[in-house]
């Protein structure tokens, strides 16, 4: 735990390459995230040049929330790709539950290549998990199952890193199960924080093998930067802009001060 600014510092130092195939209403923000906190992102979804561009990377981040068939293409070159290179992927299962289309291309997706972390929230993951769920859009609904249970029986299953975002996160790694309470409520009302959480994981986790513990690192750190957002922000409007400027301006006095993250 006491790991987590190190992390971070690791990542400023190295700059890490993160390639995205990403939602498309998102991947500006995804960018500038992966950017703010240190890595140099690149988002190339073209299946002619997907597999070069991951032999360049050192993460690999799928988001499914703008679907189409020509981006599973794409992401399945791109996943195989990062296999072969031994690279981690992390799959943003966005929507999952909220379509059969997109449920049964989450299914593919996992039987094609090996992820490392697949990201969710809760309704999105028990999807993924095989319960009878109805996900609202890419928004969560309601679950009937404890989330440290599902997240840790899921990564045993699944063999990855699993991890359910929300007012409390979980990630687990079927053996390692965390649970991180850093965010503000604003969070869940602006478009894209949850998919900058993953690039922020992908980012972490491409610095640090111990990907539960990556996950969870990236999710303190830009959770605790969104906290120090709202104070100075006017609203939800001017947040994302004064979120950049926390990430810039995050040290190990304030990491270690207030993070707020335990083993389950």
Same mark, same amino acid.
């Given at each position: 735990?006491?790991?987590?600014?190190?992390?971070?510092?690791?990542?400023?130092?190295?700059?890490?390459?993160?390639?995205?195939?990403?939602?498309?209403?998102?991947?500006?923000?995804?960018?500038?995230?992966?950017?703010?906190?240190?890595?140099?992102?690149?988002?190339?979804?073209?299946?002619?040049?997907?597999?070069?561009?991951?032999?360049?990377?050192?993460?690999?981040?799928?988001?499914?929330?703008?679907?189409?068939?020509?981006?599973?293409?794409?992401?399945?070159?791109?996943?195989? *790709? #990062? %296999?072969? &290179?031994?690279?981690? +992927? /992390?799959?943003?299962?966005?929507?999952?539950?909220?379509?059969?289309?997109? !449920?049964?291309?989450?299914?593919?997706?996992?039987?094609?290549?090996?992820?490392?972390?697949?990201?969710?929230?809760?309704?999105?993951?028990?999807?993924?998990?095989?319960?009878?769920?109805?996900?609202?859009?890419?928004?969560?609904?309601?679950?009937?199952?404890?989330?440290?249970?599902?997240?840790?029986?899921? *990564? #045993? %299953?699944? &063999?990855?890193?699993? +991890? /359910?975002?929300?007012?409390?996160?979980?990630?687990?790694?079927?053996?390692? !199960?965390?649970?991180?309470?850093?965010?503000?409520?604003?969070?869940?009302?602006?478009?894209?924080?949850?998919?900058?959480?993953?690039?922020?994981?992908?980012?972490?986790?491409?610095?640090?093998?111990?990907?539960?513990?990556?996950?969870?690192?990236?999710?303190?750190?830009?959770?605790?930067?969104?906290?120090? *957002?709202?104070?100075?922000?006017?609203?939800?409007?001017?947040?994302?802009?004064?979120?950049?400027?926390?990430?810039?301006?995050?040290?190990?006095?304030?990491?270690?001060?207030?993070?707020?993250?335990?083993?389950?």
């Amino acid at each position: 735990m006491e790991r987590i600014f190190e992390r971070l510092e690791k990542v400023r130092m190295v700059s890490p390459l993160v390639h995205h195939i990403t939602n498309y209403v998102t991947v500006s923000n995804c960018a500038s995230i992966t950017k703010y906190f240190g890595g140099s992102p690149v988002m190339a979804d073209a299946k002619e040049e997907v597999a070069d561009m991951v032999n360049l990377a050192s993460s690999l981040v799928l988001n499914i929330g703008t679907l189409n068939n020509m981006q599973i293409e794409s992401m399945k070159i791109a996943g195989i *790709a #990062a %296999n072969k &290179k031994g690279i981690p +992927v /992390i799959l943003d299962v966005c929507g999952a539950g909220a379509t059969k289309y997109r !449920t049964q291309m989450c299914k593919e997706l996992l039987e094609t290549f090996k992820v490392s972390v697949i990201k969710g929230n809760f309704s999105e993951i028990a999807t993924i998990a095989g319960l009878n769920v109805q996900t609202k859009g890419v928004d969560s609904g309601k679950v009937a199952a404890d989330k440290c249970e599902l997240a840790k029986t899921l *990564a #045993a %299953n699944i &063999k990855a890193v699993v +991890v /359910i975002t929300g007012a409390e996160d979980v990630i687990s790694d079927g053996t390692n !199960t965390y649970s991180v309470k850093n965010g503000v409520p604003v969070m869940g009302a602006i478009v894209g924080t949850g998919c900058m959480a993953s690039s922020v994981i992908g980012t972490f986790c491409a610095v640090e093998k111990d990907y539960a513990l990556a996950a969870a690192s990236a999710l303190v750190c830009y959770e605790i930067a969104a906290e120090n *957002a709202e104070k100075t922000s006017d609203g939800s409007g001017t947040f994302i802009g004064s979120l950049f400027d926390k990430i810039l301006m995050l040290s190990e006095i304030s990491v270690n001060k207030m993070k707020r993250i335990s083993k389950i």
